[in-house]
């Protein structure tokens, strides 16, 4: 008897296990959805995809690519990276894959395999991230994730030296879905976390200096004031002078006829 009940356990928790891998299956692209074929190299000049939106761009070895995406409260964002080696490399390499808030704060991923090692033969790695459930309000200091533009970048840490420069093709999704039931969050963000990106006026004529008032001669501005060190200076000076004369006269003797 206890050895079909050992099995039941063993298969419980088999789907318990298997349970998370389901859940966190591959984004799908949404229909009819334009392929973006661009990334940007900074958080600046990070190209703007959409949820379901596919990506895939040709760059090379080295090069850090950055995605920038909405995410809204309540939803649940997982991003999927795949990148292709059309060359054979001389070692074995290792990727990551980050995503930061509207704040520049890193992220942590619940799931998905973050920073994986692609060997020397394998043509191909697979890297993905789920975010947390993007909360409508929170502490400045828990670093929760909140509504607002996020950041994808991909980028590779370790790699032979060799490698470095050669030809590779990404393919980048994110998929958000809702994550149901009520947030339990006592509070709404005010305004999405975006970065501040609003430049300044350009002047396009040169300005006009404003004109200055002839100013008026006045000598007592050269004095100083009474109270200045020059002030007593000067006349400890003279006390000085008076006090070595009325010394030397005090002290000179007649002369003799």
Not at 60 to 71: E, P, V
Not at 187 to 194: D, S
Request: net charge negative.
């Amino acid at each position: 008897m206890r050895t079909p009940i050992r099995l039941a356990a063993a298969a419980a928790a088999a789907g318990l296990a298997l349970t998370p891998a389901a859940a966190l299956a591959a984004p799908s692209p949404s229909p009819g959805a334009t392929t973006v074929t661009k990334a940007g190299t900074s958080f600046l000049t990070a190209a703007t995809v959409t949820a379901g939106q596919p990506v895939r761009v040709g760059a090379s070895t080295g090069d850090h690519l950055y995605w920038s995406f909405r995410a809204d409260a309540g939803q649940v964002h997982e991003v999927g990276v795949t990148v292709t080696f059309p060359k054979r490399r001389s070692g074995a390499s290792a990727w990551t894959v980050d995503v930061f808030d509207g704040l520049r704060r890193r992220q942590a991923c619940t799931a998905g395999a973050q920073t994986p090692t692609a060997d020397t033969a394998a043509t191909s790695v697979t890297l993905g991230c789920t975010l947390r459930r993007v909360r409508p309000w929170a502490e400045p200091w828990s670093g929760d994730p909140l509504p607002g533009t996020y950041y994808v970048r991909l980028s590779v840490t370790d790699l032979p030296e060799p490698d470095l420069g050669l030809p590779i093709e990404v393919d980048m999704l994110v998929g958000a879905a809702d994550s149901g039931g009520a947030s339990g969050d006592d509070g709404e963000l005010a305004a999405p976390l975006v970065p501040n990106t609003r430049a300044g006026t350009l002047l396009t004529a040169e300005p006009t200096p404003e004109p200055v008032a002839e100013e008026e001669t006045d000598l007592t501005g050269w004095l100083p004031e009474a109270g200045s060190r020059w002030v007593w200076t000067g006349v400890g000076g003279v006390l000085a002078a008076v006090a070595g004369v009325a010394g030397f006269a005090l002290t000179r003797r007649p002369r003799r006829p």
